[in-house]
């Protein structure tokens, strides 16, 4: 079974850092794309990132480029999200996501609450 | 890059059946899959839906999907609605960036 656990949310001030962890189990973690998703409170869900499986390709959204940074550790089983320079806009919960000719499967989010 | 819409939200009763669109902007609707998700509240999405007109296993026959090129639209058909699939629905399909874009999302009510 797949599992993807997200960790690593919190309150953070405007202009923090905080980094986000995502432990995947259940499938072969190096041979997939990972994404990273995220959702306002009352909102819908926003793409936020992708890294292919051995981190040569990766991309952002407009929102976020600049700013964020994804990377994974295939020995570890595990992906990342360092985010840096937080605005109250970033608030949301993240999730953890793989994707799959099934779909995506998704973990169960970590929220990220930007506030002073 | 396109957009995907989708209606606010829709109602209809216990029995009925219920069809969420998803309409792509720009670019043909057949040239990526589109996937849906089912979200309840408080919980992470699930796959309802993939390739277009694929179920996960698991995922009951009164869920299916299509896409119409006439109106360069994906649907998603909810027949024999129970009071358990009031949630919101997301459309998913993928850029030539191969980003994930997603719809805004359909509030589905069951009155």
């Known amino acids: 079974e797949v599992q993807l656990v997200e960790s690593g949310g919190g309150l953070i001030q405007p202009g923090g850092s905080l980094r986000l962890s995502c432990a995947a189990s259940?499938?072969?973690?190096?041979?997939?794309?990972m994404h990273w998703v995220r959702q306002a409170p009352g909102k819908g869900l926003v793409w936020v990132s992708h890294?292919?499986?051995?981190?040569?390709?990766?991309n952002y959204a407009d929102s976020v480029k600049g700013r964020f940074t994804i990377s994974r550790d295939n020995a570890k089983n595990t992906l990342y999200l360092q985010m840096n320079s937080l605005r109250v806009e970033d608030t949301a919960v993240y999730y953890c996501?793989?994707?799959?000719?099934?779909?995506?499967?998704w973990g169960q989010g970590t929220l990220v609450t930007v506030s002073s | 890059n396109f957009m995907l819409t989708q209606p606010h939200s829709v109602s209809a009763s216990p029995g009925k059946t219920v069809t969420i669109s998803c309409t792509r902007n720009?670019?043909?609707?057949?040239?990526?899959?589109v996937q849906w998700y089912q979200q309840r509240p408080g919980s992470a999405p699930t796959t309802v839906i993939y390739?277009?007109?694929?179920?996960p296993s698991g995922v009951p026959d009164r869920f299916s999907g299509s896409i119409d090129s006439s109106s360069n639209s994906a649907s998603l058909t909810i027949s024999g609605l129970k009071t358990e699939d009031e949630a919101d629905y997301y459309c998913?399909?993928?850029?030539?960036?191969?980003?994930?874009?997603f719809g805004g999302g359909t509030k589905l009510t069951v009155l």
């Open positions: 996501a793989r994707g799959s000719i099934t779909g995506i499967d």
């Open positions: 390739e277009d007109n694929q179920r």
């Open positions: 890294i292919d499986s051995d981190g040569t390709s990766i």
């Open positions: 259940g499938f072969t973690f190096s041979s997939f794309w």
């Open positions: 998913q399909s993928y850029n030539n960036s191969i980003n994930w874009v």
């Open positions: 720009s670019g043909s609707i057949a040239s990526n899959f």
